[in-house]
């Protein structure tokens, strides 16, 4: 183990040199330098990438990287949502996430259209902590914006981790750097209202709900401020989505089984629910994305509509599962990429012309985003846990209906 994350912390200082001399690229999805310009034939490109869950370590690591001290933190707890616990490092030096990111980013920017998986809240005044109540450092939104992220999907399990107070926070932060966001609400009017973002020439809404809130009760008084996932609901939203104007429907749900490779049956029954919703014969959501599994699972074409279940985790730290073991699996993940194809005639769906997943894992030792197709090239002794996130992914029978590894 401690030989392969050598030889990926290798590869990664490679890849990190040939890519220090890109640009960071905006975040806007209609004007990002480096991206295509808008074409009306050529459709549009998005990508999903999976849950960022900032253990202690991880905060460690961005105070580190932004010049100042840092340590790992002690061992998670079972269960699923384990990691490096307690109090992250004080506040003084600031925290950087950008380089963290820096292996994503070429995918990401590249993207027509990007969105993340924002697992918790921002603390503030350097009062940071991993689990079990997140508090992250508020750098992060920085470092989204620098990567390529357009918008992310706030509601999970842990949205209530520091109340409506950190919703708040969270959020302004996101605003400030221009990243979207959809899930949590700050007021009964943005929690009622529609996320919509451009693709090319396509208006995307993103939707996001969380089958729970970690045992945190909703303020209050404001049952709007964490969106619950309730199958007649997102029906519901779906449809108002597409009356706002919504050419495509993108759901982010966070639920399912931690630690288990297969989605479970309640992930299966609301795939098949949600995908089988039309109105005027036209399909009312266009994409399903899942977090909070802790390791990549299954992609699938349901009723027509392509369904990712589980994209694993982009960023964590060390996690123990629910033997108690530490498990690798919690480090790995996918970033989704589909290239949307504009409707063969007026309001029209646009459909999916080309499926991809690109592998990834978070090298805990070095701190980074490893792409792993690209850490094969520099010669890292990776192509095990490649082959089994592709294994993985294609489980259910995706190769058949197009999906490639990217």
């Given amino acids: 183990m401690i030989a392969r994350r050598h030889q990926v912390a290798l ?14 690229r905006d975040h806007r999805p209609t004007d990002r330098p480096g991206r295509p310009a808008p074409s009306a034939a050529r459709g549009f490109t998005l990508v999903a990438s999976g849950d960022i869950l900032p253990h202690t370590a991880v905060i460690d690591r961005a105070r580190f990287d932004a010049g100042g001290a840092g340590g790992a933190g002690g061992t998670g707890d079972v269960g699923g949502t384990g990691g490096v616990g307690g109090v992250g490092s004080a506040a003084g030096s600031g925290y ?4 963290m990111f820096e292996g994503a980013r070429s995918v990401v920017s590249r993207a027509d259209l ?3 998986h924002l697992d ?7 009062d940071y902590t991993g689990h079990p109540l997140f508090r992250s450092p508020p750098e992060i939104a920085q470092a989204l914006a620098a990567t390529g992220y357009d ?3 706030t509601a999970s399990d842990h949205s209530l981790d520091d109340g409506a107070a950190g919703v708040q926070r969270t959020l302004d932060a996101l605003d400030a750097v221009g990243v979207r966001h959809a899930g949590t609400a700050r007021t009964e009017a943005e929690g009622n209202s529609v996320t919509l973002l451009r693709a090319g020439r396509a208006t995307v809404a993103h939707l996001a709900y969380t089958d729970g809130t970690g045992g945190q009760p909703l303020p209050p008084g404001q049952p709007w401020t964490v969106n619950l996932a309730d199958e007649n609901r997102i029906v519901a939203d779906a449809k108002a989505a597409r009356k706002a104007g919504a050419d495509v429907v993108v759901v982010s749900v966070h639920g399912g089984t931690a630690w288990q490779d297969a989605p479970d049956d309640r992930r299966l029954a609301l795939a098949r629910t949600l995908t089988a919703s039309r109105t005027d014969g036209r399909p009312d959501i266009d994409l399903i994305l899942g977090a909070r599994t802790h390791v990549p699972q299954a992609y699938e074409k349901v009723n027509g509509t392509w369904v990712v279940y589980g994209l694993g985790d982009q960023i964590a730290g060390e996690m123990v599962n629910r033997q108690g073991v530490q498990d690798p699996r919690g480090s790995q993940s996918t970033v989704a990429r589909f290239t949307f194809g504009p409707p063969a005639r007026p309001g029209g769906r646009w459909e999916v012309r080309k499926a991809e997943f690109v592998p990834q894992m978070f090298d805990i030792d070095a701190g980074r985003v490893v792409d792993l197709d690209q850490a094969l090239a520099q010669g890292a002794g990776v192509a095990g846990v490649r082959d089994r996130i592709r ?4 489980s259910r029978g995706a190769a058949k209906d197009g999906l490639v590894m990217g």
Wanted: hydrophobic share 45%; glycine share 8%.
């Fill in 120 to 126: 918790t809240p921002y603390g503030a005044n350097g």
């Fill in 11 to 24: 590869a990664l200082t490679a890849l990190l040199t040939s890519a220090a001399a890109c640009q960071a």
């Fill in 151 to 153: 918008g992310c999907s």
């Fill in 391 to 394: 294994d993985v992914v294609l």
């Fill in 114 to 116: 990007a969105l993340c």
């Fill in 96 to 99: 950087d996430f950008r380089p």
